[in-house]
């Protein structure tokens, strides 16, 4: 048990050893001409100012759902494969391989329903804002910007 | 282990046929998906296998508890309605569903051989639920109790993760069998001391989501923020699914180790007996009183489950029975009747707005009181024959004193159900005929005449529990 | 195969209840609820036909299978459904049949939702009689219990300004001593183990195969050898089984030999006031009785009847059938005691009849003296202490439904009860005044009539006691002079005098017809049974002999 434990130490070290390279690396290949607008925080392009607690739009939270359930589907996927591919499982049973294929294709197909359940329902439209459309009659007329523009 | 499959399945149909079924149909055909999968429960009568990689194990108790559970959702979908005639805010199908997933968990709890199983179990339970009280989205009360028994539900299932961690810390396994094969196999000084702090951790996680005191705080509030057909829900299926966990876990489990939980879990006990019932003597509003009301009867479960008798498992299976007609005919008539009553006076859950229901509804007025009355365990109601053998096992633990305070308690009942029996019945009010759906009317008619059935005749269900 | 008279004694009422609530012959619903009391008083003369009083047992037995459960390794409980009738009950039911057709007789004051109030008053009336006629304990429980619901609607709907509370507080003071019965019964269930249904289980005897009294003997050695496993013991709730004290699983709680105690008191002993104190409330006794002149003040005059006619009853019919043979040791222990309770619920009622100014609550009051007669009867442990408590019940539901339908009489006319209110009714009223005279003289006491039998016998009772000391007979001899004095003093200031009336535009009529063919029976019914006292002691005679043995 200790023994598989040491796989992972091995990753960790791995892990930090190759960031910390590819970084120092950089560091020393890379142009440096900071500004303020690259120095500041990255925030999908939103502006990094006022408080942490703002109200997101909800319409995050779905993408955010979406995302989570196909990332454990993913996770879920991996290890199996692991598991379908084993030469010694799939000889100590003749059904293993359809058996073990079926199991995945059912999960698989559960979530393929939800997703089909969710498009169906409209959740994965992205919910536009309705912009009310002003009704303000400017006396300069329209056609007198597209000379300026 | 085909009810856990089918049920599962059913929900996920239920999905998709709302996309085209009228919220009537969809009443009916959930009906017909509980009925189906409560005969595939009954054909593994008196076959005993476990399934899942040994994880979960189908027998007669198990058998038994599966069918109240499944009765009692039988119950909330008839008493359903369609969940009313707002097509914008409510959304039956996937209410329908998330009622059929939960029954799932709740199948899985009653059956659990692996403690896993009933961490899983819980959670399908827990999660559907906390949705489905949140689901009156307009209601701020709702949206309150929704996040109240999420957060609190939450701390629970940590305390019972903790739990569940530390038994398996003590015994190296999460299967009951293998539990009790290393307890058995290991002397009792050489048991870490942590495994008893393990067992009390995972009771409290448990304890919880039956609302024993000093974990009911959140009962009151989630029970009457959310939509009364869910808390019809909540108060039958989560309970009867707790109890049957918790039976699994302290009696069957570590039942041996009874001297080192049965401390805590009486001290609960009484405290539950006394708090839920003098609390709900307090209430003006009728489901708040039935809030503390399950409170209380879970009180009276935890007396057999500290007696530890052979009887109990069956005595627990009569009195969530019992309970769990008598709750839902009461609540489905407060639902009713509150939702003549919206508009008309301010408060239409308290025991006022039921004033003078008698006069144009006698069949309501009746159900009603016969629910009560089964509550307060009056005889020749279900609920006398629950109390009755709690009792009976009391005495035959020789646990004289809890009596005496449980004894006192259900004259403290009497008050407090007898008010809806007053409203009712004595005082006068104006309510008009109510128009009920004809599922409504059965299902009513017929957890009444089951009441007063097992109420002449315990023997009936006695003899298979 | 015999008609089951007792089964049909419960079951036409209920029948009837069943038609009544079905709402269909609305109209008719007094003449249902007449018609069904009229076949069963039919069923009770049949039954008075065919009655043995040479016996003591039990007669007219049904008995059924009815509840059966598993206790796993400790056994199984059976509970049967077992009738019978025997000397004590016999009197009672008679009682309970006229009295509950002369409450529907009555009725007529009841205007509306009339169907269900004689639904329910057919369903008090099926429990009563199941109360009387049960010989399994948990039966008599069930229905015991079950009583107090008609009561509490009848009560609580017909009532009167008050009757919420009165209502409530006549269902949580009964409920709360029928809790306490139901500890005493669940202890005695559990401790108890009846032999001849062990000796089924174990296949000893073969169902309907005679089980002598050696045969118990055998078992219950056996038993407590340790001969027979413990999940072939079969506890049930037969009264026969708890008399018998060697029953008793000598590692029980109710064991004499039982290490339990609490507060100096021994299981045993706080099972005897469990159920003293149950059935007490129901008397009532005095600390517990406060429900008694609240129910009766709201209850309409056909439910006082029944209230105080039968319902009082049950009581003393559960300590003389349940307590007193379940308990005898205990019950001798205490018996100076009990007395104590008996002579100052007389003292007790009667001073407080002495300040009423409400009738109906001075014959409330009136009741509570009275039954304090028949505990004293039963403290004394005399043959005619226990003939004397027996004959003052069936006396006491005579006369008391009788002044309740007097008080209802005068209330129905002027809906106003205050003494104060009335004077010089006597040349009003001259009929009326003649009953109530005769009532009156009759409840206080006077040689003739049944009322003297009651008190004389249990006053002697408790006079030739050895177990209770003389001085609570005189002070019941003294109650009987206080109640002389508040009747007295209330027929003078009512029907004597100066004619007043407090209200001039009061219409006093005098007595209809209907009204006085009850009246008439009841007082006439008091006057036989004053003047031909044999007719109830024949039937208590042995069962009273039968009990003397059996507890000396």
């Given at each position: 048990m200790i023994e598989s434990f040491g796989y992972v130490l091995a990753f960790l070290v791995a892990g930090t050893g190759f960031m910390a390279l590819v970084l120092t690396l950089a560091r020393f290949i890379r142009p440096n001409r900071p500004n303020d607008e690259k120095l500041s925080t990255y925030e999908s392009g939103e502006a990094p100012v006022g408080n942490a607690n703002v109200r997101f739009n909800p319409r995050f939270y779905l993408y955010a759902l979406l995302f989570v359930l196909f990332e454990i589907e993913l996770i879920l996927l991996f290890p199996w494969a692991v598991v379908f591919g084993d030469k010694q499982l799939a000889a100590a049973s003749e059904n293993w391989k359809h058996f073990a294929l079926f199991e995945m294709l059912i999960f698989i197909g559960i979530l393929g329903l939800g997703l089909a359940y969710a498009w169906v329902k409209g959740y994965l439209e992205w919910e536009k804002p309705n912009i009310q459309a002003e009704d303000f009659k400017s006396p300069v007329p329209p056609k007198a910007y597209e000379k300026f523009n | 282990m085909t009810p856990v499959i089918a049920l599962s399945l059913f929900g996920i149909i239920n999905l998709f046929l709302g996309f085209t079924f009228k919220r009537q149909s969809l009443q009916v055909v959930t009906l017909l998906f509980i009925i189906c999968s409560m005969a595939l429960t009954a054909m593994d009568w008196n076959h005993e296998y476990l399934w899942f990689g040994d994880m979960m194990k189908t027998n007669n108790l198990s058998i038994n508890f599966s069918l109240i559970i499944q009765l009692a959702g039988l119950l909330v979908v008839a008493f359903s309605?369609?969940?009313?005639?707002?097509?914008?805010?409510?959304?039956p199908a996937e209410y329908y569903a998330i009622l059929l997933f939960s029954l799932v968990g709740a199948l899985l709890m009653v059956s659990f051989q692996n403690l896993i199983m009933l961490f899983v179990g819980l959670e399908i339970l827990s999660v559907a639920m906390y949705v489905l009280t949140g689901s009156d989205k307009r209601n701020l009360r709702s949206n309150e109790a929704a996040l109240k028994y999420f957060l609190m539900g939450s701390f629970a299932t940590g305390f019972l993760l903790f739990g569940i961690a530390l038994v398996y810390g003590s015994t190296r396994s999460l299967y009951i069998s293998g539990i009790l094969y290393n307890l058995s196999h290991t002397a009792p000084e050489s048991l870490p001391s942590f495994l008893y702090a393990g067992i009390i951790l995972m009771g409290i996680g448990l304890l919880f989501k039956i609302s024993a005191a000093p974990f009911h705080f959140w009962t009151p509030d989630v029970y009457e923020g959310a939509p009364t057909i869910f808390t019809m829900f909540m108060s039958t299926v989560v309970k009867t699914a707790g109890f049957a966990a918790i039976y699994h876990i302290l009696d069957v489990t570590f039942g041996g180790f009874q001297k080192n939980w049965i401390i805590t879990v009486y001290f609960i006990t009484i405290i539950t007996l006394i708090l839920g019932n003098i609390s709900a003597a307090y209430q003006q509003s009728a489901k708040r009183m039935l809030a503390f009301s399950s409170i209380s009867h879970a009180g009276y479960m935890l007396l057999t489950v500290c007696a530890n008798q052979p009887s109990t498992s069956s005595n627990i299976l009569y009195y969530s029975l019992a309970y769990t007609l008598a709750t839902a005919v009461s609540f489905a008539v407060l639902m009713v009747v509150a939702e003549y009553q919206t508009g008309r006076t301010e408060k239409p859950e308290n025991f006022d707005a039921l004033n003078g229901l008698a006069k144009n509804n006698p069949s309501l007025a009746f159900a009603f009181t016969v629910a009560l009355l089964s509550l307060a365990g009056i005889?020749?109601?279900?609920g006398f024959w629950g109390k009755f053998f709690v009792f009976t096992d009391m005495f035959n633990k020789n646990l004289t004193y809890p009596i005496i305070i449980a004894v006192l308690m259900s004259a403290v009942g009497i008050y407090y159900y007898f008010k809806g029996i007053i409203s009712v019945y004595f005082n006068s009010g104006e309510i008009e005929k109510i128009e009920t759906s004809f599922l409504f009317k059965i299902a009513l008619w017929s957890a009444c005449i089951g009441t007063l059935v097992l109420g002449i005749y315990p023997t009936l269900l006695k003899s298979i529990f | 195969m015999t008609l089951p008279i007792l089964s049909l004694i419960i079951c036409i009422p209920l029948l009837a209840a069943l038609v009544l609530a079905s709402g269909k012959l609305k109209g008719y619903a007094q003449q249902i609820s007449l018609g069904a009391s009229l076949i069963q008083i039919g069923l009770l003369i049949k039954l008075a036909l065919g009655y043995q009083t040479s016996t003591a047992t039990f007669q007219w037995v049904e008995q059924h299978d009815w509840i059966h459960f598993s206790l796993g390794s400790l056994g199984q409980f059976v509970a049967k459904y077992h009738l019978g009738i025997d000397g004590l009950s016999f009197g009672l039911i008679i009682l309970t049949g006229i009295i509950s057709s002369i409450a529907i007789w009555n009725s007529?004051?009841?205007?509306?939702?009339t169907s269900s109030y004689f639904a329910l008053i057919m369903l008090l009336n099926a429990s009563l009689m199941g109360c009387f006629l049960a010989k399994d304990f948990l039966l008599f429980y069930l229905f015991f219990e079950f009583m107090l619901l008609p009561m509490y609607f009848l009560i609580g709907i017909w009532?009167?300004?008050?009757k919420e509370y009165a209502s409530i507080k006549f269902f949580i003071y009964t409920l709360a001593g029928s809790l306490f019965i139901l500890l005493a019964l669940l202890a005695l269930g559990t401790s108890y183990i009846d032999p001849y249904e062990t000796a089924l289980a174990i296949d000893f005897i073969q169902p309907g195969q005679a089980f002598s009294a050696e045969n118990a003997q055998m078992i219950q050695t056996a038993i407590a050898n340790g001969e027979i496993a413990s999940d072939k013991w079969v506890h049930s709730f037969d009264a026969a089984v708890f008399a018998d004290?060697?029953?008793?699983?000598?590692?029980?709680?109710?064991?004499?030999?039982?290490?339990w105690v609490l507060g100096n008191l021994s299981a045993r002993e706080w099972a005897f006031w469990l159920l003293f104190i149950g059935f007490g409330i129901k008397l009532p006794i005095v600390p517990f009785h406060t429900w008694l002149p609240d129910a009766h003040v709201e209850a309409p005059t056909p439910v006082s009847v029944l209230l105080a006619g039968v319902l009082l009853k049950i009581g003393a019919y559960g300590w003389l059938r349940f307590t007193l043979p379940f308990f005898p040791k205990e019950a001798l222990e205490f018996s100076n005691i009990l007395s104590g309770i008996g002579a100052i619920s007389i003292i007790y009622g009667a001073f407080n009849a002495l300040a009423m100014t409400d009738l109906k609550k001075l014959v409330a009051y009136s009741s509570i003296s009275h039954m304090g007669f028949v505990l004293l009867g039963i403290a004394s442990f005399t043959a005619e202490g226990w003939q004397g408590a027996i004959f003052q019940l069936i006396s006491h539901g005579v006369l008391s439904s009788l002044l309740f339908l007097l008080v209802g009489v005068i209330y129905d006319r002027t809906h106003d009860r205050s003494i104060q209110n009335y004077s010089g009714l006597a040349q009003i009223m001259p009929a009326y005044t003649f009953i109530t005279g005769l009532a009156f003289f009759a409840s206080l006491g006077l040689p003739g009539f049944s009322g003297f039998i009651g008190e004389f016998f249990s006053l002697m009772g408790s006079f030739n006691s050895q177990h209770s000391s003389a001085i609570w007979a005189i002070l019941g001899g003294l109650g009987i002079i206080l109640g002389a004095g508040y009747f007295l003093w209330t027929f003078q200031k009512m029907f004597l005098g100066k004619q007043y009336l407090k209200n001039s535009e009061w219409l006093l009529s005098d007595l209809t017809r209907k009204e006085k063919l009850s009246l008439y029976f009841l007082g006439i019914s008091s006057l036989l049974l004053g003047i031909f006292p044999s007719i109830i002691f024949n039937l208590t005679d042995n069962w009273v002999s039968h009990l003397i043995n059996q507890l000396f």
């Open positions: - | 309605n369609g969940f009313g005639k707002d097509e914008v805010y409510t959304q005889p020749l109601t279900a | 007529d004051s009841i205007k509306e939702k009532g009167g300004p008050r004290l060697k029953n008793c699983y000598y590692k029980s709680i109710l064991h004499p030999d039982s290490a």
